[in-house]
């Protein structure tokens, strides 16, 4: 069995070691590999590279969503996919970064949020922070990308006019990821996190600027690998699901935990 995480760029990611590392403690037989997605490609390449699932990142999980034949959960809601499982000639769409996110968060307990960033990932953590009783607030550069948030708090950042503090600050755009930059002006930042609780960004692997701004105003914070981990779990739950493999839970979680 081959699965694979899919995306542009696609070289950092830690998925593979995630996914192989439960294959080889659980003795099951499959590999996890990454492939890069030119931006040009049509997503529906994809089904030629035989694979049984697939997890995606940026930029594609809306297209995935557009691409999938039938989606499922919290994804229809979300509008994005990350988690791709290929049946017979069908391709079936999930979203484990909603919940993922959540279990990084739960127990912070936090009474509201400010997101950064319009795109798949901020949906997911948008919808699921609304699920759960915490009203989320949107940020983005382009007010074009605020039309999928049309039943969100949102503003541009040009617009935006704090009406209270925020507890918990989460960066969901790519800044930092490719370039050494902030997702938003330090002048507007700055002054948000140090009336913030926890600082949380998506990024993994990686002290960025935003976590170093955080860390300088001495604000609790943290990269996006717990919810790497988590979603990575959910996802290989589905992958298993799907060829009808059963498998010890508790040897799963403990496999993916550890290895990072």
Do not use: W
């Given at each position: 069995?081959?699965?694979?995480?899919?995306?542009?760029p696609?070289?950092?990611?830690?998925?593979?070691?995630?996914?192989?590392?439960?294959?080889?403690?659980?003795?099951?037989?499959?590999?996890?590999?990454r492939y890069l997605?030119?931006?040009?490609?049509?997503?529906?390449h994809?089904?030629?590279?035989?694979?049984?699932?697939?997890?995606?990142?940026?930029?594609?999980?809306?297209?995935?969503?557009?691409?999938?034949?039938?989606?499922?959960?919290?994804?229809?809601?979300?509008g994005?996919?990350?988690?791709?499982?290929?049946?017979?000639?069908?391709?079936?769409?999930?979203?484990t970064?909603?919940l993922?996110?959540?279990?990084?968060?739960?127990?912070?307990?936090?009474k509201?949020?400010?997101?950064?960033?319009?795109g798949g990932?901020?949906?997911?953590?948008?919808?699921?922070?609304?699920?759960?009783?915490?009203?989320?607030?949107?940020?983005?550069?382009?007010?074009?990308?605020?039309?999928?948030?049309s039943?969100?708090e949102?503003?541009?950042?040009?617009?935006?006019?704090?009406?209270?503090?925020?507890d918990?600050?989460?960066?969901?755009?790519p800044?930092?990821?490719?370039?050494?930059?902030?997702?938003?002006?330090?002048?507007?930042l700055?002054?948000l996190?140090?009336?913030?609780?926890?600082?949380?960004?998506?990024i993994?692997?990686?002290?960025?600027?935003?976590?170093?701004?955080?860390?300088?105003?001495?604000?609790?914070?943290?990269?996006?690998?717990?919810?790497?981990?988590?979603?990575?779990?959910?996802?290989?739950?589905?992958?298993?699901e799907?060829?009808?493999?059963?498998?010890?839970?508790?040897?799963l979680?403990?496999?993916?935990?550890y290895?990072l």
């Amino acid at each position: 069995m081959q699965f694979a995480v899919i995306g542009n760029p696609i070289s950092h990611s830690l998925s593979p070691i995630l996914h192989n590392h439960a294959f080889k403690t659980l003795e099951i037989l499959g590999f996890y590999g990454r492939y890069l997605l030119d931006k040009n490609q049509s997503f529906y390449h994809l089904r030629s590279l035989h694979l049984k699932g697939a997890n995606i990142t940026v930029p594609f999980k809306e297209i995935a969503f557009n691409s999938c034949d039938e989606v499922f959960g919290i994804a229809r809601e979300i509008g994005a996919v990350n988690t791709i499982v290929f049946t017979g000639s069908k391709m079936l769409g999930y979203n484990t970064d909603a919940l993922g996110f959540y279990l990084c968060i739960e127990k912070l307990a936090p009474k509201n949020a400010l997101i950064i960033g319009a795109g798949g990932s901020a949906k997911a953590v948008a919808c699921i922070l609304k699920e759960k009783g915490i009203p989320p607030t949107i940020i983005n550069r382009s007010k074009e990308r605020l039309k999928d948030f049309s039943n969100f708090e949102c503003a541009t950042f040009e617009a935006f006019k704090p009406k209270t503090t925020y507890d918990l600050i989460i960066n969901t755009t790519p800044a930092g990821l490719t370039s050494d930059t902030l997702p938003i002006a330090e002048a507007l930042l700055a002054p948000l996190l140090q009336e913030a609780k926890f600082a949380f960004d998506l990024i993994y692997g990686k002290q960025t600027p935003f976590l170093s701004l955080a860390q300088s105003l001495k604000i609790p914070n943290t990269d996006g690998k717990q919810m790497l981990i988590h979603q990575a779990i959910l996802a290989f739950e589905i992958f298993m699901e799907s060829q009808n493999i059963s498998f010890d839970t508790k040897k799963l979680h403990q496999s993916m935990q550890y290895i990072l």
